[in-house]
């Protein structure tokens, strides 16, 4: 049978449980929440690494020329730009690789279409 000391230890101990129960749980809650911040930080540290390392790239003038010979066909008022199409591209390459011409020329077309209205429009 219980006698009332061990049922007067039970509930000690069961209160004593109970009162540490949600403790502990908002405990490893935290601990978890701190694994998932560093994580987060050291995610962020690395993105902050390659955005300083393209603004380095960004503040070098050979790299900025270099960015707009390449991307935007730039060139200095005395240099010639060519083309090269090669034989084998021709046909219905345009359609895989995208327009031929650049896209700038594609822009300046259509604002001048934009800017000449269709004959016969009676304005």
Avoid: N
């Avoid at 809650?29 to 995610?43: D, F, M, S, V, Y």
């Avoid at 690395?46 to 707009?68: H, I, K, M, T």
């Amino acid at each position: 049978m219980l006698t009332s000391r061990a049922a007067i230890l039970a509930l000690v101990v069961c209160v004593i449980a109970l009162s540490l129960a949600y403790p502990l749980r908002e405990y490893v809650a935290q601990r978890a929440q701190i694994a998932e911040l560093r994580q987060e930080r050291e995610r962020m540290e690395e993105s902050v690494g390659r955005l300083r390392q393209r603004e380095e790239e960004l503040s070098r003038d050979s790299y900025v020329e270099r960015e707009a010979r390449a991307r935007l066909h730039y060139q200095y008022p005395d240099e010639i730009a060519y083309i090269v199409i090669r034989p084998d591209a021709e046909g219905d390459a345009e359609d895989e690789d995208g327009p031929r011409e650049p896209w700038f020329l594609t822009l300046w077309r259509s604002v001048q279409e934009a800017d000449s209205p269709p004959p016969g429009d009676g304005l």
